[in-house]
């Protein structure tokens, strides 16, 4: 396919040494010189090397393709606390944030209430009575390059006598969960509502 040839293409052009420069180099070109919008052919040194100069084709390459549709993603996150510890997990492959860390997710086509996630969740329905909202935030908005990820943060405090907890989610002191790697959205969140404290 385009993506394998050109990316053969473009590593057969590295350097041997300094490919770094090489690369940010080519991105000043491309910023100053071959621009999408008003390109400035008249002072370029790859006149005669290049294609669309010698078509005719300024105007129109390179072809844009269709615009990536944005993808709607509703997160309601479940900060679990016991004690002074909070629950967290490291996010699964081929998804937003591989590899990071967040709380226990609900995620949805919709913002979803409290009285419906509990419905809808097996985890919470079992464990309702065991669980107290200390905090329900408002929905925050994250725009990715695709996506638009709607979400809110419940912080719940687990009784005592809860020790089952949804596979994958380990509890860590305040300053292991400030050491995890995590997305920009949940350091906000925890910053703003759990380290102020």
């Given at each position: 396919n385009a993506k394998k040839v050109f990316t053969e293409l473009a590593t057969s052009l590295l350097p041997?040494?300094?490919t770094d420069a090489y690369n940010q180099a080519i991105m000043?070109?491309?910023a100053l010189y071959c621009t999408p919008a008003s390109p400035q052919c008249m002072f370029c040194i790859f006149q005669i090397e290049?294609?669309?100069n010698a078509t005719g084709k300024l105007a129109v390459l390179p072809i844009k393709t269709k615009k990536t549709k944005v993808t709607e993603r509703f997160f309601h996150y479940l900060v679990?606390?016991?004690g002074e510890k909070i629950a967290m997990?490291?996010?699964k492959p081929k998804d937003v944030w591989e590899g990071m860390y967040d709380f226990y997710l609900v995620e949805d086509k919709q913002e979803l209430d409290w009285e419906v996630l509990v419905?809808?969740?097996t985890f919470l329905s079992q464990q309702k009575n065991e669980l107290t909202i200390l905090k329900e935030t408002t929905s925050y908005k994250h725009i990715l390059s695709h996506q638009r990820i709607f979400t809110k943060f419940y912080h719940l405090e687990l009784s005592t006598k809860l020790d089952t907890f949804p596979e994958g989610l380990v509890f860590y002191s305040l300053n292991e969960v400030d050491d995890l790697p995590k997305?920009?959205?949940v350091n906000n969140f925890l910053k703003e509502h759990i380290f102020k404290n």
């Open positions: 041997e040494q300094q000043e070109f491309g290049c294609m669309a679990f606390q016991k997990k490291q996010r419905e809808q969740d997305s920009t959205l």
